[in-house]
C-alpha cells in the first residue's frame, strides 16, 4: 500500500536524518562537489559534478557527473570519489547515460539513484564500486515519476517523492 504524507512534514524529516557519523559536509556550488567541516571551515571542491551525498562513514562521496557529448546533449553518472586519495569511480556500466540523485544505504555498500535508460525513469541500486547494477523499481509510461530517493535507516524501505508527494 502506498502511504503519501505532506511534503512539508517528509522534508523536516529528511533533514533530521543526516549521518551522526559524518565529520564533513558535502555541497554543491558552480556545478562542483565540494566538501567543508561541519562548521564551514576547511572548504574543498573535490569534484566536478552535481547532487553530492556523503558515505555513512564520511570517507566518500557519491555525486553526478556532468558531462557533454555534443553541443545540446550530457551524459549525467553516477560517480564516487575517495576523499583520502581523491580517487575517481565513475559508473561508466549503468546502462543509461541519465543518472541522478544517489543516496547510500546505511552501511555504505549500495548506491540508490533514479536512472532513465528508455522513456521512463526507474528506481535503481548499485554496489558502491559500481557492480551489480539492478532496476529496484522500473518506471511506468504515463504514470508520475519519483524522484530524490534515499534509503529509510532500517535499509530495507525506499522514500522518494514527485514534486508534490512523498511516497
Wanted: glycine share 6%; net charge negative.
Amino acid at each position: 500500500m502506498k502511504e503519501i504524507i505532506p511534503l512539508a512534514f517528509a522534508l523536516a524529516a529528511f533533514s533530521a536524518t543526516a549521518y551522526a557519523g559524518d565529520r564533513h559536509i558535502a555541497f554543491e556550488r558552480d556545478q562542483a562537489v565540494w566538501i567543508a567541516n561541519l562548521d564551514g571551515t576547511g572548504e574543498k571542491k573535490i569534484a566536478d559534478g552535481i547532487f553530492p551525498a556523503i558515505s555513512p562513514d564520511g570517507t566518500r562521496v557519491a555525486f553526478n557527473t556532468t558531462e557533454k557529448t555534443s553541443d545540446t546533449t550530457y551524459a549525467r553518472r553516477i560517480a564516487v570519489v575517495e576523499l583520502a586519495t581523491g580517487k575517481l569511480n565513475v559508473f561508466r556500466d549503468v546502462p543509461s547515460d541519465n543518472s541522478y540523485y544517489p543516496s547510500w544505504t546505511a552501511d555504505g555498500k549500495q548506491i540508490l539513484f533514479t536512472t532513465r535508460p528508455h522513456e521512463v525513469w526507474d528506481l535503481a541500486v548499485v554496489n558502491s564500486d559500481g557492480t551489480n547494477f539492478h532496476v529496484l523499481k522500473p518506471g511506468v509510461q504515463n504514470e508520475v515519476t519519483r524522484y530524490s530517493p534515499i534509503w529509510a535507516r532500517d535499509g530495507q524501505s525506499v522514500f522518494c517523492e514527485d514534486m508534490t508527494n512523498i511516497y
